[in-house]
């Protein structure tokens, strides 16, 4: 591979643009009393069936009385100090252990005021007589015919094995525990510290109180995906599969290949799915890429893969189209600050047929034309501010050339003009095929201006394209969540329709992916404690520990404990056959239309009695 | 600095042939994920020593969705 180098740019330095893109608010929260909030809590209620049976019992006017009746999940270190505080539990109190260190109470009022002085007490938070749950996402999939009803299916993914690769996960969520306050989970793997394997009584006793807390979610992310998938009922809330066991990934999110291989090692003889809410856009997105040939080879009759499709459809980080000899398009590329202050770096790399042959030039942003090398060669440019390198090389595994540019900046200090305002000139010489298709390597990075090779289509991202797996996409099943700053809603969507966000097939070699439509907007789960998304006023709901977040992160274990329940059903079901039930039995209404496949929706919506009833 | 790697054995070699070598170029965390997938740490100096019989892919940091 031949290297030239050379110093040819030297832009001046004027200002510093402001960021581009805002980050998540992070706010102080006020201090708010529970006494306070529990009288305010009950203040709100009017007595009713529901009230007296899962929220509070006897507030029966607009004023909290002292002996009013109050269900409260409690976090003590020392149990004895608790049971002590209600050794002579009055008409109606209650105290049940969860699990070390975790209490269910129903208390009066006067008596909860004392337990919040008893030192031993981490923490009281009420629970919820509402419903702020999956419930909507459940009847969409045919789970349960009402909000609050029974669900519809017998299965419940007992024996079954459910792989996440996440952030982290929160274990001290009562999701993650059983009816009897068992944790639910076989195995952790930390890959943020050394690879570190914990084993579940390990688990029990790194988050019992005042435990070091292994596989921590600092993010927030992993919390909700898992408990999407499996977790346990939790005031009105339940996963898909929430008698599945789980086995953990906290990721470095550079080795998940080493992940899904170790999940489905742990698993053995067992059946298992693996959900990874994760993904890039570094590759041809034909299927062909090593981690996704790596998740063909370790699928099979009861080992699943499901991959969110990507969040990308409209960040202008694709461009596609075809071409004729001769005809040239120039594309506007400019590069996003980086939220965490660190210098902006983008990689856009370019594929097409090996049959064909453009010509590809990158023009900075003060006029300078820099041709992309012939094929096996690379050229590096660099100057104060930012290092070049353009490349081209054949890339077997299809038939492909690969043409890459790295813009790597020096520092973060860059003025407008130097990110701003870089062209791609495509000019095609040979046109057997004549398709050419470009990605930035990830959403935040860069983005193309508006042109008409911009394309909502064939925005969904690795590993998503692979053969091995099934991808999912995201649609709306409510606009409407509760939170800490309270009710809140979102008119821009609407219910039933595709998430303006969810990444569109089909892939690069044309396959139809996504497989698969799940509800994905937005979702109500298990918040992680002390995260960064705990810090979200308008999605936490801080004090009832859930979370309302959207994604086709969140679609994702939608289908993966639907497909826990069908592993449950049929334990040697393969790929192919979880994709052909899932396709057959696929609900298309108003929004899909009748389409066999469409790039947004897939094959339809998931339909899980549907999809249980063809197994 | 050793980069996260994921090598595929060409045709003609095998993965025990690749970890011998891998380990001989001071590579780190070598372990055979599945026939024909290894996964490793490796400077990216050591790359071209490897060409002749394996495929080399670095591996790509993902973002959540």
């Known amino acids: ?615 | 600095v050793p980069v996260p790697v994921i090598v595929e054995p060409r045709p003609g070699h095998t993965d025990e042939e690749v970890v011998t070598r891998l380990k001989a170029q001071s590579a780190r965390e070598v372990s055979v994920l599945s026939p024909g997938f290894i996964s490793a740490e490796l400077p990216p100096s050591q790359f071209e020593s490897m060409e002749a019989i394996a495929v080399i892919q670095p591996k790509v940091r993902k973002q959540t969705r």
């Not at chain 1, 009066?108 to 419930?135: D, F, Y």
């Not at chain 1, 299916?153 to 459910?162: A, Q």
């Not at chain 1, 952790?188 to 050394?194: C, E, H, N, V």
């Open chain 1, 1 to 615: 591979m031949g290297l030239a180098s050379r110093t040819v740019l030297s832009e001046p330095v004027t200002r510093v643009g402001s960021v581009k893109k805002a980050s998540f608010k992070l706010i102080e929260k006020a201090s708010v009393s529970l006494v306070s909030l529990i009288r305010r809590k009950a203040r709100k209620l009017r007595p009713s069936t529901a009230a007296r049976t899962v929220g509070f019992v006897g507030a029966t006017t607009d004023t909290v009385h002292k002996d009013d009746l109050v269900d409260l999940l409690i976090e003590a270190k020392n149990a004895k100090l608790l049971e002590k505080a209600v050794r002579e539990p009055g008409e109606g109190e209650q105290v049940d252990r969860l699990a070390a260190g975790y209490f269910s109470a129903r208390l009066r009022v006067e008596t909860a005021e004392q337990v919040l002085k008893i030192a031993a007490v981490e923490r009281v938070q009420t629970k919820k007589r509402s419903q702020p749950t999956l419930r909507e996402a459940t009847t969409d999939i045919g789970l349960r015919t009402a909000p609050t009803g029974p669900r519809q299916v017998t299965e419940t993914g007992k024996d079954v094995l459910i792989g996440v690769v996440d952030s982290g996960f929160d274990l001290s969520h009562p999701m993650f525990r059983d009816s009897t306050g068992a944790l639910r989970v076989v195995g952790l793997l930390d890959q943020q510290a050394g690879n570190k394997e914990y084993t579940t009584a390990d688990l029990d006793v790194g988050w019992a109180p005042g435990g070091a807390r292994p596989g921590k979610d600092a993010q927030g992310h992993g919390t909700h995906v898992a408990t999407i998938a499996g977790g346990s009922a939790f005031q009105g809330l339940e996963g898909v599969a929430p008698n599945a066991k789980f086995l953990l990934v906290k990721t470095d999110f550079l080795n998940t290949d080493k992940a899904v291989t170790w999940v489905f090692g742990k698993a053995g003889n067992k059946p298992c799915v693996v959900n990874l809410s994760l993904g890039h856009h570094y590759g041809a997105h034909d299927g062909t890429d090593a981690e996704e040939r790596l998740h063909e080879q370790l699928v099979g009759p009861g080992k699943i893969v499901v991959i969110a499709a990507g969040n990308e459809r409209t960040d202008n980080i694709h461009i596609g189209g075809n071409f004729t000899v001769n005809q040239s398009q120039t594309v506007i590329l400019d590069v996003l600050r980086q939220r965490d202050g660190s210098a902006p770096a983008a990689t856009v790399t370019l594929w097409f047929d090996q049959q064909d042959d453009f010509d590809v030039s990158l023009i900075t942003p003060s006029g300078q034309d820099l041709s992309v090398p012939a094929l096996g060669n690379s050229d590096q440019y660099s100057s104060s501010l930012v290092d070049i390198e353009l490349s081209r090389k054949t890339y077997a595994w299809s038939n492909s050339v690969q043409v890459q540019i790295n813009l790597g900046y020096t520092t973060s200090n860059v003025p407008n003009q130097m990110l701003n305002g870089w062209r791609i000139k495509l000019a095609c010489q040979s046109a057997a095929v004549g398709r050419i298709d470009g990605w930035v390597q990830n959403s935040g990075y860069a983005e193309f201006r508006d042109h008409p090779l911009v394309e909502t289509a064939r925005t969904i991202g690795l590993a998503a394209t692979g053969r091995g797996c099934i991808a999912v996409a995201s649609h709306v099943s409510k606009n409407t969540w509760t939170a800490d700053l309270g009710a809140e809603s979102n008119s821009d969507v609407m219910v039933g329709r595709t998430s303006p966000f969810s990444s569109q097939g089909p892939t690069r070699d044309g396959r139809s992916k996504p497989e698969i439509s799940a509800p994905g907007q937005f979702l109500t789960a298990a918040l992680a404690d002390g995260s960064e998304l705990a810090g979200w006023d308008e999605r936490a709901d801080t004090n009832g520990r859930v979370l309302t977040i959207e994604g086709t992160s969140m679609a994702t274990p939608i289908v993966t404990g639907v497909v826990a329940l069908m592993l449950q059903k049929k334990k040697t079901l393969k790929p192919d056959q979880i994709r052909d039930i899932l396709k057959a039995s696929a609900r298309h209404d108003a929004h899909t239309g009748p389409a066999a496949w469409n790039p947004a929706y897939g094959h339809g919506k998931i339909d899980v009695a549907g999809a249980l009833a063809a197994v």
